[in-house]
């Protein structure tokens, strides 16, 4: 079984920073992309940033510049650091894995619980 756990959300002022992290657990064999996604109120999940095995990045344009993605391979965490925060930012996070467990070839899907981030004064 394969767990991912999202953390680090909470309420904080426009212009201050947060970080999350997702912290993958279980028989894993490999972790391929991570990436963190948002969904507000009232809209669909987006995606807000991805990162690859070798280090590649990609953002929302909405938060490049702001944000940034990173991951330690060895501890299979992720972290999305979050500067200059808005309040369009509210929204709940949600961190996602492709991987392979031990014992299997095929990489699959998983998503962590979602951590809530509020952006207000």
């Known amino acids: 079984q394969v767990q991912l756990v999202a953390s680090g959300g909470g309420l904080v002022q426009p212009g201050g920073s947060l970080k999350l992290s997702c912290a993958a657990s279980?028989?894993?064999?490999?972790?391929?992309?991570m990436g963190w996604y948002r969904q507000a109120p009232g809209k669909q999940r987006e995606l807000v940033a991805v990162?690859?095995?070798?280090?590649?990045?990609n953002y929302a344009d909405s938060v490049k510049g702001r944000f940034m993605i990173s991951r330690d391979n060895a501890k299979n965490t992720g972290f999305l650091q979050m500067n200059s925060l808005k309040p369009e930012d509210t929204a709940v996070y949600y961190c996602?894995?492709?991987?392979?467990?031990?014992?299997?070839?095929?990489?699959?899907?998983?998503w962590g619980q979602g951590t809530q981030v509020t952006v207000s004064s």
């Open positions: 996602n894995a492709g991987l392979r467990t031990v014992g299997s070839t095929r990489i699959e899907n998983y």
């Open positions: 990162i690859t095995t070798d280090g590649s990045t």
């Open positions: 279980g028989r894993i064999f490999n972790i391929y992309d």
